[in-house]
């Protein structure tokens, strides 16, 4: 069983010192009394590491054993590892006395953890951000008194339509649709209607368009054929297309909804 030299020890910590985010485990630096290893193995290469910690902390070490193998792993070139953590210093086996450095060694990949979890808050905070604006978007449209509902139609949309809402100009937001959907063909005005509250009227013209829920309140295809659709077009989710009938049974359905 061929014992790792010590100058070797010396290169895997320096390799990795100056590339490690700052722990925020720093707490457990003085809880490391030594870390051995051995190389018992040729083909495949195989370590046997051997940690020893203050017993109060074992539990901790042990919660983060997966993280420890993954950067003795890598760092050590090592096809497979024997890890253990001890509670007991042996004596005589203690000759390393870097213990700040070592726990940043076993802590490498928490600290690329760490950072994958703030990358995830700063996602939900943004979503977040984005559904509190979505929801002062709503509260907006609804104290709109009065608007147009429009239906539109695309040369690469074959025949499926758009439907919606605008306060004002119907023209400028077909324009503005081109370009959010990042479709080559203009989008047409193919009709609109003035109405009061344009908002709660588009609401319940796709509601009556989509798939009813029966009275457990789950969706049923047996209580009529679901019109609307979703399209994924430049990269963004747009739900307010509706195909699979002509274009005279949607704007009867949209009639049906229209307050004068």
Request: glycine share 6%; proline share 1%.
């Amino acid at each position: 069983m061929t014992k790792i030299e010590d100058t070797t020890w010396e290169n895997v910590l320096n390799q990795i010192s100056g590339d490690l985010v700052p722990s925020k485990f720093n707490i457990l630096d003085n809880q490391i009394y030594d870390l051995t290893y051995e190389l018992i193995k040729e083909i495949p290469k195989v370590f046997h590491v051997k940690l020893y910690v203050n017993d109060a902390y074992k539990n901790l070490f042990e919660s983060l054993e997966k993280e420890f193998i993954f950067a003795f792993m890598g760092n050590l070139g090592c096809d497979d590892l024997i890890f253990e953590i001890n509670e007991k210093m042996i004596k005589n086996e203690c000759k390393y006395e870097q213990k700040g450095r070592l726990m940043k060694l076993g802590l490498h990949l928490q600290s690329r953890h760490l950072a994958e979890i703030e990358g995830r808050a700063e996602q939900i905070k943004k979503s977040r951000e984005k559904a509190r604006q979505w929801k002062e978007n709503i509260e907006n449209h609804k104290k709109v008194e009065e608007g147009y509902i429009y239906i539109l139609s695309n040369k690469e949309l074959g025949r499926t339509y758009k439907i919606g809402f605008v306060r004002e100009n119907v023209l400028k937001r077909a324009k503005a649709l081109k370009y959010e959907t990042g479709l080559e063909k203009d989008f047409v005005i193919k009709k609109i209607w003035k109405t009061k509250n344009p908002y709660e009227v588009e609401q319940k013209i796709f509601e009556s368009l989509q798939m009813q829920k029966n009275e457990k309140g789950e969706y049923d295809s047996s209580y009529g054929k679901c019109y609307r659709i979703s399209k994924f077009l430049n990269g963004k989710t747009f739900n307010e297309f509706v195909q699979g009938a002509s274009l005279k049974f949607f704007c009867e359905r949209i009639e049906r909804f229209i307050q004068h």
